[in-house]
């Protein structure tokens, strides 16, 4: 997969003035990665490179979602090129989650689909987290519950009250992801959000959602009416 040593200013350059003129969306996702290589790697063709690790990771949310050993292996990356990527990734999360802080919420739900999916899309296991909100539905904390096999999570609706006591919230999304990419839910995704409106109605809490995502999309058991 390593490429030999070349010159490659003259095309970075205009990478560098397709980006500046045009902004983010003036390159290609093969083209994103290869300029963040070129950061690290100087003088070798990264583009090859960069196609080479999209095709093998399926899309570059995947390649940026990885772990940074997977991400190693798959290209015999350096930790300083590795990090380059992570930094990337880094980034668009913070850019994201900054839009769902310090709004409501449900006068938001497109953004907050955004964080979850660029967050949760790609990983290899399955994930389990609890949105807790205040009584303006802004987000308190983005608590990760369990973390669980390829196809499983330990979910415990005790610690879920707990944790919304602890917050002072007044409301709660319920977020898990499908490492099969197949977003819709099952009937224990269903039982266990109906345990969990059981367990919070009398303590005045709102379960106001159950989001589940996936690699193809995302579904909502409230928009489904199956809560």
């Given at each position: ?72 292996r798959a290209g015999k990356l350096s930790e300083s ?23 409501p919420v449900l006068g938001n739900w497109q953004a ?93 809490i709102s379960v106001h959602d159950h989001v589940i ?15």
């Amino acid at each position: 997969m390593a490429d030999q040593p070349h010159d490659g200013t003259g095309h970075r350059a205009r990478l560098r003035r397709r980006l500046f003129d045009g902004g983010p969306s003036a390159l290609h996702d093969h083209e994103l990665i290869e300029y963040l290589l070129a950061l690290t790697i100087p003088r070798r063709d990264t583009k090859s490179l960069a196609k080479a690790l999209i095709a093998k990771f399926g899309s570059v949310g995947a390649l940026l979602s990885a772990s940074p050993d997977a991400i190693a292996r798959a290209g015999k990356l350096s930790e300083s090129s590795v990090a380059a990527l992570k930094i990337a990734e880094a980034a668009a999360l913070h850019l994201l989650k900054t839009d769902i802080q310090t709004k409501p919420v449900l006068g938001n739900w497109q953004a907050l689909l955004d964080y979850l999916h660029a967050s949760m899309a790609h990983q290899p296991v399955e994930q389990v987290r609890v949105l807790y909100l205040n009584a303006k539905n802004v987000l308190i904390s983005d608590d990760l519950l369990s973390e669980g096999s390829v196809d499983e999570a330990a979910v415990y609706v005790r610690e879920i009250v707990r944790r919304a006591l602890d917050h002072h919230a007044t409301a709660l999304i319920l977020v898990h992801n499908h490492p099969s990419g197949d977003p819709q839910p099952s009937r224990q995704d269903i039982q266990l959000t109906r345990d969990i409106i059981a367990a919070t109605q009398h303590l005045k809490i709102s379960v106001h959602d159950h989001v589940i995502i996936g690699a193809k999309g995302n579904s909502s058991l409230r928009s489904l009416g199956l809560i």
